[in-house]
């Protein structure tokens, strides 16, 4: 949905300067168009031909007399962009941005773009807590602009405190939440579940499975990408949050239903992508087990089969995990689950599952419909799997 759309990447004088080159890097391997800007103080930091031998584009500099970008490169590059972002921005920058200065080519490229604007700041902890910069950060906020970060760690000065850029994903992931915002799952919320359940036996111990949660987190990804609330309902906790998604942690199954059902109120669909264990320990040890000089029996008991016990209207996407008789078998859970679609995945294949970043499913509708897809990345999975979501909804 992404692909083929231009960010504005504005570089202000900060030494995270040099984390900027990620970030246009991360969004050019998304398919986006990245145009930098970077100011005078900037250029001390890190020079614009990293950026043009990275991206095989010429980086501006100048509001007047750079014959590379045209007579008013500011209308030019503001019209263009679908999406604004600062990063780093410097106390200055932000102050300048607060206040509609236009006397450089990134204020007044700025000013004059109306499209989403998305800031990550990055100072020393004194500039950044100054009320002057909590003003003016408070201004642009109001205003609208995504504020990203800044994170609390070791500054550039020696000390630790805030003031440090977001990590690039928390950027890039916010940039791409403001690229879908007219996508075609805007307005729209969506839940999905990812991650291996765990089944606590005692303080240490617990009942799991080789889930990673991927797949889920490609999904939410997938859904914020064209314009949805996410809510991310994880058991996994291995894995980086995705930026613009609401994330709940959870556990064990039951509190995965409890939060599920919580966070399906509203929603237009619910992606059951989570490994949920359907047993757990009858009993659970305050203690921890001692091992003794027997084995011990275990007793277990079935836990809530989540996506046939939450209530409400909404699309009901299921996955089925199945080592044989793939396509019969997720049929058969489409049937007794009353899902709308079925994403079916053998779990013995080699080069797919559990823990890869690939996939290969099969996607069945409740009328039949199988589309058989080849070895894809998860996210790519996630985008076909996204695309059924969005031609289901009324
Ligand atoms: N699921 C669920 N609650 C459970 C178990 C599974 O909501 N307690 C969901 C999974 O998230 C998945 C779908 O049901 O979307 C199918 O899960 P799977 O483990 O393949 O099947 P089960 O129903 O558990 O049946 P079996 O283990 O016998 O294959």
């Given amino acids: 949905m992404t692909r083929g759309k231009r960010v504005l990447l504005g570089v202000s004088g900060s030494i995270a300067a040099y984390k900027a080159v990620e970030i246009a890097r991360e969004l050019s391997r998304n398919g986006i168009l990245v145009d930098v800007v970077m100011t005078e103080a900037a250029t001390r930091f890190i020079c614009p031909l990293t950026f043009e031998a990275l991206l095989s584009r010429p980086v501006t500099t100048q509001l007047f007399d750079d014959a590379s970008s045209g007579p008013i490169p500011h209308i030019t590059l503001a019209d263009t962009a679908d999406v604004v972002v600062v990063a780093p921005a410097s ?53 609208g602009a995504v504020l990203v970060g800044p994170e609390s760690g070791d500054l550039a000065s020696g000390g630790s405190g805030i003031g440090r850029m977001a990590d690039i994903h928390e950027i890039v992931g916010h940039t791409m939440k403001a690229l879908g915002r007219e996508g075609d799952l805007a307005g729209r919320r969506i839940v999905v579940t990812a991650g291996g359940t765990q089944e606590p036996l005692d303080p240490v111990r617990s009942i799991t499975n080789r889930s990673s949660g991927k797949m889920g987190y490609a999904l939410a990804e997938a859904c914020r990408d064209r314009g949805a609330d996410v809510v991310l309902v994880s058991a996994s906790n291995s894995l980086r949050s995705p930026a613009g998604v609401e994330v709940m942690p959870v556990m064990t199954a039951q509190q995965m239903y409890e939060a599920t059902q919580s966070a399906v109120s509203n929603a237009s669909a619910l992606i059951m992508a989570a490994a949920v264990a359907d047993f757990r320990p009858a009993t659970t040890s305050d203690e921890k087990i001692k091992k ?30 199945e080592s044989s008789n793939l396509e019969q078998n997720a049929i058969q859970k489409m049937t007794d689950k009353k899902l709308d679609l079925i994403v079916a995945n053998d779990i013995t294949s080699r080069d797919s599952g559990f823990a890869s970043d690939n996939n290969r499913v099969a996607i069945i509708d409740s009328k039949g419909g199988v589309d058989r897809l080849p070895l894809m990345t998860k996210r790519q999975v996630a985008d076909c799997i996204v695309d059924r979501i969005v031609q289901l909804l009324p």
């Fill in 292 to 321: 003794g000089q027997v084995g011990i029996d275990l007793h277990l008991e079935r836990t809530v089969d989540i996506l046939s016990s939450v209530h409400g209207e909404f699309i009901r996407v299921g996955f089925a995990a």
């Fill in 91 to 143: 106390a200055d920058t932000i102050a300048r941005l607060a206040h509609g200065f236009a006397d450089d080519l990134l204020c007044c490229t700025v000013l004059a773009s109306n499209r989403p604007l998305v800031i990550a700041p990055a100072m020393h902890e004194n500039m950044y807590l100054n009320p002057a910069t909590q003003s003016n950060v408070a201004a642009l906020r109001e205003r």
